[in-house]
Nanobody, 125 residues
Framework: QLQLVESGGGLVQPGGSLRLSCAASGFILDYNAIGWFRQAPGKEREGVSCIASSGRSTNYADSVKGRFTISRNNAKHTVYLQMNSLKPEDTAVYYC??????????????????WGQGTQVTVSS
């Protein structure tokens, strides 16, 4: 079964940090760009960050620039999202998704073939 699995979510206080991981099951994600998305209650899913298959190109939503860092370790077939200086408005379910190509060029969901089940991130005091 082909799937992505996220981990690392949890409850953190404002200003805190979390690192999310995204691993593939049933396929190797080394040749795909990987995106992170999030969906807060009552809001649409939004793209947060994306990393090209090589790891040499990344992009970020304006709301997380300077606070989040996406990276990948293809030797471990894993993509990470380091989230620092977390704010209550970062509270959401976070999903990783595999693009159908090697490069990041937007967050149109139809361009992402496989999705994980999501991991909850809650930022609250």
């Amino acid at each position: 079964q082909l799937q992505l699995v996220e981990s690392g979510g949890g409850l953190v206080q404002p200003g805190g940090s979390l690192r999310l991981s995204c691993a593939a099951s049933g396929f190797i994600l080394d040749y795909n760009a990987i995106g992170w998305f999030r969906q807060a209650p009552g809001k649409e899913r939004e793209g947060v960050s994306c990393i090209a298959s090589s790891g040499r190109s990344t992009n970020y939503a304006d709301s997380v620039k300077g606070r989040f860092t996406i990276s990948r370790n293809n030797a471990k077939h894993t993509v990470y999202l380091q989230m620092n200086s977390l704010k209550p408005e970062d509270t959401a379910v976070y999903y990783c998704a595999s693009r159908n190509d090697r490069y990041c060029s937007g967050y149109e969901p139809t361009l992402y073939g496989y999705w994980g089940q999501g991991t909850q991130v809650t930022v609250s005091s």
